[in-house]
């Protein structure tokens, strides 16, 4: 059986935290394609996560403004 270290555990939370960070800031600054890419990059390296849940709620949004409906609806 293995248990995670807690600096790994750490170490993933601040990324986590940074990835989530960097797409808010782009969503925020309405700049939705790069803000989707960001998003969906942070759902497919965290999914674990408990933002897990906003982070494709955020995505969607994102689709939505770029006139990605299809992806926006999934």
């Known amino acids: 059986m293995l248990i995670a270290s807690p600096v790994r555990a750490e170490q993933e939370t601040t990324a986590a935290t940074r990835q989530y960070g960097a797409a808010a800031k782009l969503q925020n600054i309405q700049s939705f394609d790069l803000a989707a890419g960001a998003w969906a990059e942070f759902v497919k390296k965290f999914p ?14 994102c689709n939505y403004q770029v006139d990605r409906l299809e992806p926006a609806l999934a």
């Open 48 to 61: 674990k996560d408990e933002r897990a849940a906003e982070a494709y709620y955020h995505l969607g949004v």
